[in-house]
C-alpha cells in the first residue's frame, strides 16, 4: 500500500504561501489524476489545484482558511491499485477526534461545550461552526401573579397546552382586566380546563412596564418580554432592566472570551481582518511603488464627443454584433497608438543586483496591456498580452474576457505577469479623475475618468460637449515632463479624433 502526499506547488513565479480556501474532496473520496482537490488562493490570484495521483483520499492535512508555505503537505492520498484491492471498511460509530486528527469537520449538534484540553472543540472544524460571538441566552418568561395562579389552579392533564407561546405587547393592562384575571380559577366552568393559552389569553400576552422602563428597554434593545419582573403588579421595573443588562454583558463576554474577541466593548465593536492574499500583495506592491518611484503626474481635459459617436456605431455595427463596446475600447486602443509614438513609457527601471547605484532602462517594444480590475477579493491587474497586434475586434473581445475572468475570480498568475502599461477606469464609478499609483514593474498608468456632458467652448461658442479628464502618473526616472506631456497628448487626440487610429 503506497501513501502519497501532495505538496502545495508553486503555481505562479516567485510563490511562496497560498491560503487553503475550499475543499473540493474529502476522505474516502476516490480521485483522478487531475481531478480537482482545492481552491487556493494566492498572492495573485484565485486557483484550483489538479490531483496529480489517483486513489482514495486518506486525509485532509490543512484546514479550511489556512495560509500555508510553498511545500507543506495538504493532503495524503492512498494510489488505485492499494485503495482497489483493500476490503470494503465497515461502517463504524465515529471515534472522538485524536489530537493528531485533521482540524476539519462537522460539529455535532450539542457538542458546543465539549472542550479539549488545548481548547479546541473536542470534534468539528476551526472555521464555520459554533455558537455566534454576540449570542444571548433566552431566560424564561415567567407571568405576572395573576396568570401564575391561573395555571396553578389548572389539572395536570394536558401538559401539550402548557407549551404555547406567549405573545408580548408594549402595552397596559386596565384594572379591569387585572381584576378579572385575580378570580379564583374555580369560578371557570367544570367542563373548562384552564391552560396557560386559556387563562392569561389578552392579559399576560402584554408585558407590564412604566414609559419611562420601556424608554429604557428600547435604548439598550431590551426585550421586555425576556425580562424576569419582580414589581408589585408583575411589571418590570428598572432594577429588573439593571439586573438583565448585568447578564446579558456577563453572557457577552464569556462567550468572546471564548472566541478571542477581549476587550473593552468599544473594542469588541471593532472588526479586525487580517490582511492576507490579494490585500497583502496589493499593499506591499502598492508601497514599493510610491516609495520607490519617484511620481509625477498630470491631468488633461478631453472632448470625446467623436468618440462616443465612434462607440455608438460600433454597437450598431454588425461585425461587433454580441460584443460589449464601452469608451474604454478606445483608450486602450490610443494608449497602445500612444506608446508606440513614445516608446520610453512602456519600460521598466531595473537596478543592477551588485549592489552598486548603476541602473538600466529597459524599453519594451511590445504591449502587455494592463487593466485595473476592482474584484471582490481586491484590486487585480491582469494584462491583455502583446495587446499592439490586436485589431480593434480583437481588442474588444479580450477586454470582455478579462473583465468577466476577474469577477468571477478566476484570473491566474500567468495573466497578471509581464504587464508593461497599465490603464484604470476610474470613470465607471463616477469619479472624475485621480492621482494613480504605478504598477510595480511599470513607469506609466493612465487613469480614465467619467465621461459627462459638460459646456465647452468650439468655435467661439459655449456648447454641450461629452468631456472626461484624464490622469497619468510616471516615474520620473524614466519618464520626464516632456515625454508624460507629449504622451498623454497623444492619448487626448485618439479620444478627440478616434480617426486618426486609421493612420
Known sequence: MTLHKFNL???????????IVAWKVKPGDTVAINDVLCEIETAKSLVELPSPFAGTVTELLVAEGLTVDVGTAIISVTDAQAAAGAPAPKPTAPEPTAPDAPLYGTLAEGTLDAVESDGRPAAGPLVGSGPKADAVKRRRRVAPPAARQAVSAAPAAEPAALAEPVESHDIWISPEAVAHAERPAAAAAPDQRPTLGGAITGLVSRVLAKPPVRKIARDLGIDLADVVPTGARGEVTREDLVSYQSQRDAELDKADTFWGRTGSPQERRIERIPVKGVRKATARAMVESAFAAPHVSIFVDVDASRTMEFVKRLKASRDFEGIKVSPL???????????ARNPSVNATWVDNQDGSDSAEIHVKHFMN????????????????????DLSLKELALALNDLATTARAGKTQPAQMQGGTLTVTNIGALGIDTGTPIINPGEVAIVAFGTIKQKPWVLDGEVIPRWITTLGGSFDHRVVDGDLSARFMADVAAILEEPALLLD
Open 9 to 19: 506547488p508553486d503555481v505562479g513565479e516567485g510563490l511562496t504561501e497560498a491560503e
Open 329 to 339: 475600447l478606445i483608450l486602450a486602443k490610443a494608449v497602445i497608438w500612444a506608446a
Open 369 to 388: 496591456l494592463g487593466i485595473a480590475a476592482a474584484t471582490p477579493r481586491g484590486l487585480m491587474v491582469p494584462n491583455i498580452k502583446n495587446a499592439q
